[in-house]
């Protein structure tokens, strides 16, 4: 049995129940909480390994939730939102938010990706990786940092894995499928636009130029990083 503990926040009663009983199916241990502060209130007391979070709630809206649940520590979160506008999502992905889902979506989806996201938790950095410098730009994978001109740039940890993972072999271009499996750790090729969402959130603190795209294949780091 999965003993790992799962926060759902959703206000949909029908929703709720369901992915309650889904999950608990596969052996996690379930709580749920119909708005905000309750949800916030519940991720206080009950401590959960991963949160399914509603965008649109009553009270504190989902946003405000992620904000206040990321404060103390970090606790991978997959979104849920009826709307799939880019704004949206990428405000979602800058206050910590891992991953998306746009409703309706499929049950068998939805828990193939929070046992994706909980096995990139699982992963311990490897300490033979040494900090990477590609122009202005430092990445630090032993502080899990990345510095600009000497600033340090606030990433989520997703922000920061992708980075890293472009930034080890910046002279290879990856398609979104070989990021999803690297980095999100998803089969199938499923997800692919949350790959593009990360990637401009990255460009958006770091600049435009630190990652190219390369159209028809993906992405790549630049190689002078930030000149």
Known sequence: MDN???????????????????????????????????????????????????????????????????????????????????ADVELGLAVGGDDYLTKPFSPRELVARVRALLRRVERAPAPSDAAIRLGKLLIDPATREATLEGEVVHLTPTEFDLLHRLAKSPHVVFARRRLLEEVWGYRGGSGERTVDSHVRALRAKLGHDVIRTVHGVGYALSRNGVA
Do not use: K, W
Not at 28 to 54: K, N, Q, S, Y
């Open 4 to 86: 790992r503990r799962i926060a759902v926040i959703e206000d949909e009663d029908t929703i709720a129940a369901s992915l309650a009983a889904r999950l608990r199916s596969e052996g996690f241990d379930v709580a749920t909480a119909a708005d905000g502060l309750e949800g916030v209130e519940l991720c206080d007391r009950f401590r959960p390994d991963l949160v399914i979070l509603d965008l649109m709630l009553p009270g504190l809206d989902g946003l405000e939730v992620c904000r206040r649940i990321q404060r103390d520590r970090h606790v991978p979160v997959l979104m849920l939102t009826a709307r799939d506008t880019v």
